[in-house]
């Protein structure tokens, strides 16, 4: 059973820096992209950063310059690096796997989402 475990979320002030990990789980055999996305109270959920297997990356123009997404393949793990916090980064952040196989079925490409981890900047 594949499992996404996010953590590192917090309470941070204005203009500090959060580090979340994700870490999947459950015989993977690869992964294409993995990304992170988040949805703060009211709103719907938006692509904050992905990267493919292969280290390229994009990011929302919202976090450009400030957030650094990164993966260690070898540990199935998606890191996201967050500087200069703002008050409107507040949200519940997910991690997101797509493009899943598993070693026990690797013919089989799903796509799954970790439960979520909260931000919240102070000001």
């Known amino acids: 059973q594949v499992q996404l475990v996010e953590s590192g979320g917090g309470l941070v002030q204005v203009g500090g820096s959060l580090r979340l990990s994700c870490v999947a789980s459950?015989?993977?055999?690869?992964?294409?992209?993995m990304a992170w996305y988040r949805q703060a109270p009211g709103n719907q959920r938006e692509l904050v950063a992905t990267m493919t297997r292969g280290g390229s990356a994009n990011y929302a123009d919202s976090v450009k310059g400030r957030f650094t997404i990164s993966r260690d393949n070898a540990k199935n793990t998606v890191y996201l690096q967050m500087n200069s916090l703002k008050p409107e980064d507040t949200a519940v952040y997910y991690c997101?796997?797509?493009?899943?196989?598993?070693?026990?079925?690797?013919?089989?490409?799903?796509?799954?989402w970790g439960q979520g981890t909260q931000v919240t900047v102070s000001s």
């Open positions: 459950g015989s993977i055999f690869s992964i294409n992209d």
């Open positions: 997101h796997a797509g493009g899943l196989r598993t070693r026990i079925d690797p013919f089989f490409s799903g796509d799954y």
